[in-house]
């Protein structure tokens, strides 16, 4: 990379840290909310006793009475956070903060890599940074699983992006497997985080068809790679909804043409 490309990326990145410290900042002088950060965080015993036995039940299901998602690298996060610091909303809103900002600099990362353009690139990251729909992610402390996969949401999609820029170059070695493994592995975190990261493999089919790639029945059998993770993880994730009360069990057959609606029209 030349120096004036470095230059470039340097200040770029300066520009997306100073975006999101000016906007989230305010948000170490918050406190927990009693809409479920006490409920799931503050009164869950296991997340305050960094054990075996405690992560044992942290990965069972149905382990968090009245949690109707299966998120436990998210709750596996609050367990380390607080045997290191205690329970100090300051430091949990900080996390939350900090996990923005990687979302932010990845998301930067992947668009620079898929489109070889630096602007574009930054206005793109900044209007996710800064954008109003972010707030509740961040400044909401249990809202923590969405930052999580999309962090690991994002790294799947480097990983997948790398891959098939090195498939295109012809270079089929270890490295080339090593991508491909690391995509798989983000991606299981994502859907173990927030088993709404589950679209990601549409996503992968999207990034492969933009680097102007023919489907082949080789490229097939790759998607298929992640089919049983996205059946497991939809049948963990489909069980006993009924202790969200007012809440309707998401219909999967109902919403999936309008999820592909909105995800293909933000494209």
């Not at 990326?9 to 989230?24: A, D, E, W």
């Not at 270890?174 to 927030?194: D, E, H, W």
């Not at 202790?243 to 029209?265: D, N, P, R, V």
Request: one cysteine or more; charged letters at 15%; aromatic letters at 16%.
């Amino acid at each position: 990379m030349k120096e004036s490309e470095l230059n470039t990326l340097y200040k770029h990145l300066v520009i997306l840290i100073i975006s999101v410290f000016v906007i989230y900042s305010q948000c170490r002088s918050f406190d927990y909310l009693d809409w479920d950060d006490k409920k799931y965080l503050l009164q869950n015993s296991n997340l305050f006793n960094f054990s075996f036995d405690s992560i044992k039940q942290i990965f069972s299901l149905n382990s968090t009475p009245g949690e109707y998602l299966y998120i436990p690298l998210c709750y596996l996060s609050f367990m380390i956070e607080f045997c290191l610091f205690g329970a100090k909303p300051e430091i949990s809103h900080a996390i939350n903060v900090f996990f923005h900002l990687a979302n932010v600099i990845m998301l930067y990362f992947f668009f620079r890599k898929l489109t070889g353009k630096d602007l574009p690139s930054l206005l793109a990251t900044i209007l996710f940074a800064i954008h109003p729909m972010q707030v509740e992610s961040v400044a909401w402390v249990m809202s923590r699983k969405e930052l999580l996969s999309t962090l690991f949401g994002l790294g799947s999609m480097l990983c997948f992006l790398h891959y098939c820029r090195k498939e295109e170059d012809g270079k089929r070695n270890a490295r080339l497997m090593q991508l491909l493994a690391g995509t798989v592995v983000l991606f299981i975190a994502a859907i173990l985080s927030k088993p709404s990261l589950l679209i990601l493999p549409g996503v992968f089919l999207l990034i492969y068809l933009w680097e102007e790639k023919k489907l082949k029945a080789k490229e097939t059998l790759l998607f298929l790679l992640f089919l049983p993770f996205v059946i497991l993880a939809f049948v963990v994730n489909s069980g006993d909804y009924s202790a969200m009360g007012w809440q309707a069990k998401l219909h999967f057959s109902q919403y999936s043409g309008q999820l592909i609606y909105e995800i293909t029209g933000r494209l």
